[in-house]
C-alpha cells in the first residue's frame, strides 16, 4: 500500500503578545491509501489544529507533508452548520456549487448518495426538520459530493446524544469503508476510534506528538458496532488506550 | 335544559378551551388599548370643553378632527404628508443601501474597519441635529438638504450595527466554506448575507423612525413645506391645532412604515 499522505516533523504554535503556545511538536506520521486512521488524545492536545494544517487551512511552522497535489481533501467538523436558509438538496450541493462544478453528473451523484443515506425524501426540506443524526448524514453527503479521496473527521459525532452516536458513527463507518475512502477521524471517544478504525494513534498533552500507536483488527465484520464492542479483542485494545492515555494525566 | 349545557361543557376538548382561552385574553387586551385611547380622548375633549384647560394652547379631539378635515378639503394634507413621506422613504431606501454596502465593505476588509473604526464611533455619537446648519449652508434649503438630513441621523448607527452583526457570524461557518475550497468572497454571499437578513430587517425597522427623525429636524429648518415645516410655523403663530394634527399625523407614518417593514419580516419568516 502506498501512504496517501506523510508528515514529517511537523510543528505547529499559536502567537499572541503575551508569548506562544506550542501546539503541536515534531509529529510525524503516514497515512495509508484505503486506511482509517483514528487519532485520540487529551482534550486541547491539538488534534483539531492537527486536521487544519493537513486540509491546509493553517501553514505547519516547521516540518513537512508530503501529498499528491491532486489529491482532493474532504472535511467533517464537528457540528453539521447546515445553512436553515437552504434546503438540505441545497445544502448538500454547496461545495460543488463553491467549486463551480454544478454539472448533470456531480448532481445525479448527489441525488444518488441522498438515496443511499435515506435523505432523498428529505431533499426539499429544511435542516431544522431533521434529526441531528439525519443532519450529520446530510453533512457528510456535502463532504461527499465533491468526491474527496482523504476525509477528514473532526468529532463529527460528538455533538450527538449517545444513541444517535452509536448508530451514526457505524453508519458512516461503513459508508467510508464501502467506498474505499482514505479517512483520518479525530474523536476523544476511545470506542468510537477502536470500533472504526484500521489504526490509532495515541497523541500526548500539549505540545502534542504521536505517543502510542495500535493496529485494529477484528475476526468478524464491522458491520455492527455492538457485535465489535461484545469482542474480547475490543476490551483488550480499549484497556490499552485507555491505559495509555490514563499515564498522561 | 340544564343537563344540556353541562354536556356542552364537557364537551370541551383541552384543546378547544386552550384556544378560546387565548382567544379571550386577545379580545381583553384589544379593549383595554382602546379603552386607555378613549379615556384619554374623552378626558382631553371634556377639560378642554369644560374650560379647565385652555383650547387654544391644548386644542381638542373635535377639533383636530375639523382642522384635519379643512387640510384635506383644501388638499394641503396631501401636500405636506406627501413631501414628508417621500422624503423619508428616499432617506430610508439610501440609507438602508449605503449601510448594507459600506457594512459589506468593512467586514470584507477587516483592516478597513479597523482603520474607520474612530471615525464611525465619532460620527455615530455626534448630535446629527448639530450638521442640519451647515447642511443648509452646503445644500440650500430643500428636499436635497431634508433627505441628507434623514440619511445623516441613522446611516452611521446601521453600519455599526449591520458589522457588528456580520462579524459575529460563527467562524466555524466561514470554516465550513474554507474546507469546501470556497473564499472570502463566496463567504460572505453564501453565509453572511443570507444569514443576516433577520438583522438587516430589524435594523431597517430602527431606521425607518430615524429617517422620519431627521426629516423632521431638516423640515424644522430648511422647508416651506412637510409636517415639520408646520409643526414649526404652527408654533409661530400660535396655531396650536395645526402643530397637534401635523404631530398626529406624524404618529399616524410612523406607525404605518413600521407596520410595512414588520409584515415584510413576517413575510420573511413565512417563507423560511
Known sequence: ?249 | MTLNKNKNIINLTNQQAYILAHKRHHHIIAFLRLLILVIFLGVWEYTTRAGYVDMFFFSSPTSIVKYLYQMILDSSFFKHTGITLIETIVSFLLVSFFSLFIATLLWYRNSLSEILEPYLVVLNSLPKSALAPLLIVWLGTGSRTIIVAGISVAVFGSIISLYTGFCQTDEELLKLILTLGGSRKDALFKVILPSSIPLIISNMKVNIGLCLVGVIIGEFLAARRGLGYLIIYGSQVFQLNMVITSIIILCAIAMGLYKIIQSLEHWYKKMQ
Not at chain 1, 453508519?171 to 468510537?192: V, Y
Open chain 1, 1 to 249: 500500500m502506498q501512504p496517501i499522505l506523510s508528515l514529517e516533523n511537523i510543528s505547529y504554535s499559536y502567537h499572541n503578545l503575551k508569548g506562544e503556545t506550542p501546539a503541536i511538536e515534531d509529529m510525524s506520521f503516514q497515512v495509508m491509501e484505503g486506511e482509517f486512521l483514528a487519532i485520540v488524545g487529551p482534550s486541547g492536545c491539538g488534534k483539531s489544529t492537527l486536521l487544519s494544517i493537513i486540509s491546509g487551512l493553517l501553514k505547519a511552522e516547521r516540518g513537512n507533508i508530503y501529498f499528491d497535489p491532486s489529491l482532493t481533501i474532504g472535511y467533517m467538523l464537528q457540528h453539521d452548520h447546515l445553512f436553515e436558509w437552504r434546503t438540505i438538496y441545497q445544502n448538500v450541493i454547496l461545495g460543488l456549487e463553491l467549486n463551480k462544478n454544478v454539472t448533470k453528473e456531480n448532481t445525479d451523484y448527489v441525488l444518488q448518495l441522498l438515496k443511499d443515506y435515506g435523505l432523498y425524501s428529505f431533499k426539499d426540506q429544511k435542516p431544522s426538520q431533521l434529526s441531528g443524526g439525519m443532519r450529520q448524514r446530510a453533512a457528510l453527503i456535502r463532504t461527499m459530493a465533491v468526491k474527496p479521496e482523504l476525509l477528514l473527521l473532526d468529532e463529527p459525532f460528538s455533538a450527538l446524544d449517545f444513541q444517535t452516536r452509536m448508530t451514526v458513527s457505524a453508519d458512516i463507518g461503513n459508508i467510508i469503508r464501502n467506498t474505499g475512502k482514505t479517512a483520518i477521524l479525530i474523536t476523544h471517544d476511545l470506542s468510537e476510534a477502536i470500533t472504526l478504525a484500521d489504526r490509532v494513534l495515541v497523541l500526548s498533552k500539549r505540545p502534542s506528538r504521536v505517543k502510542y500507536e495500535l493496529n485494529v483488527s477484528y475476526d468478524i465484520e464491522r458491520t455492527s458496532a455492538l457485535s465489535i464492542r461484545n469482542t474480547v479483542q475490543y476490551q483488550t485494545y480499549f484497556n490499552t488506550l485507555w491505559k495509555e492515555l490514563s499515564d498522561d494525566t
